[in-house]
């Protein structure tokens, strides 16, 4: 069974400093995985899919790297803002079409 | 990307009463979507995928008589839930899945339901 961790938990940094957020999983035979953002309330943004094939993605201050034989993800914040304050989660698949979902890192970026 | 709608946004309701929740794809057709429940603090968990035009599949644990499933349309799915209790409560989620450009799996989210039973 697919577990996904991230960590930390949740992080505290002022703003604009770079920052890495960690993922996790214990069956490195996926396809791809995806990040998330969730505001408080609200429901999922994607963020960033990474194919299998791939090394990293990038989307303006995002830049998401995979590591499959390991079992490895990070994203990478560059130049945090306030507005970046959120969950963020990392997910990967499971079964055909389900996704398994780490418990996400909750940043608060203070101005 | 593509645009998925959940409605109502917040619901309250009395024990024992029922409730629906519908999730579209507003620009797209999605032959799969998913429902998800996510408790405070805690990450989504997947209660059952909804294929078109078929039974929806459950989780481990999901009581499909509690949580009806119905996916009747290309773009529409809704979930019933049927003598809410106040464990019920939760965040609802529901995805849609995108095929394109040979990349398979994407999901896109709804922006959620917040059902509070009393």
């Known amino acids: 069974k697919q577990e996904v961790t991230q960590i930390p938990a949740a992080l505290s940094v002022p703003e604009g400093e770079n920052l890495v957020l960690n993922c996790s999983f214990t069956?490195?035979?996926?396809?791809?995985l995806q990040w998330f953002r969730q505001d408080p309330g609200k429901g999922l943004t994607s963020l960033l899919l990474i194919q299998s094939s791939q090394r990293e993605q990038t989307s303006g201050r995002l830049n998401a790297s995979l590591d499959k034989s390991s079992g490895r993800s990070t994203l990478y914040i560059a130049a945090s803002q306030p507005g970046d304050s959120a969950t963020y989660l990392c997910a990967v698949p499971s079964g055909y079409s389900t996704l398994t979902f780490g418990k996400g890192t909750m940043l608060l970026v203070s101005p | 990307g593509a645009v998925v709608s959940q409605h109502p946004s917040r619901v309250i309701c009395k024990s024992g009463t029922s409730v629906k929740i519908e999730c579209r794809s507003l620009d797209f057709q999605a032959t799969t979507m998913f429902w998800y429940r996510q408790f405070p603090k805690q990450s989504l968990m997947l209660m059952a995928t909804s294929n078109e035009g078929s039974k929806a599949t459950y989780e481990q644990g999901v009581e499909k008589d509690k949580f009806l499933i119905n996916h009747a349309s290309l773009t529409l799915s809704t979930l019933t839930v049927t003598s809410a209790h106040p464990e019920d409560s939760s965040f609802y989620i529901c995805?849609?899945?995108?095929?394109?450009?040979?990349?398979?799996?994407?999901?896109?989210f709804g922006p959620g339901t917040r059902l509070t039973v009393l």
């Open positions: 995805s849609a899945r995108v095929i394109r450009d040979s990349v398979d799996n994407e999901q896109f």
């Open positions: 069956d490195s035979a996926i396809y791809n």
